[in-house]
């Protein structure tokens, strides 16, 4: 069984929360929380709860301006639990030493976290049957 959900925005100046435009490494766990609910309603009609995460890896930094795609999938599913496994992904950068508007697609996207996690949707919340 495999269901899988993605999502992909850009980073804003918003988001940045360091020197240098870095940007805060909980911004990828809140895409992994956004990623964990549109999988709970795609596999049983409810929103579900984040119990815990497992494991979390920053493996890159992050900037303002870049293009992240956040991508997670169930691995198993109890009765109420479902295990996650998250992935976020550099998919363009800006080039601000070209121009101020010049962004590069990168050919190999980047890895930026990985992270493991259970989501629970109560029994009575379930909609749809298995």
């Known amino acids: 069984m495999s269901t899988k959900a993605i999502i992909r925005l850009r980073m804003s100046s918003h988001d940045a929360h360091y020197g240098g435009n870095l940007v805060d490494g909980a911004r990828m766990l809140g895409l992994f929380g956004d990623v964990a609910t549109e999988l709970c ?7 579900g709860l984040f119990r815990a995460y497992d494991s979390v890896e920053f493996l890159a930094p992050v900037y303002a301006g870049d293009f992240i795609e956040a991508e997670g999938e169930i ?44 989501c629970v949707v109560p029994k009575d919340k379930q909609r749809i049957p298995r």
């Open 41 to 47: 309603i795609r596999h049983d009609g409810d929103e």
């Open 75 to 118: 691995l198993s599913e109890g009765n109420t639990s479902r295990k996650m496994r998250f992935e976020a992904r550099k998919v363009i950068r800006p080039r601000t030493d070209v121009n101020d508007s010049a962004a590069d697609l990168l050919s190999e996207p980047v890895v930026v976290c990985r992270a493991t996690g259970t």
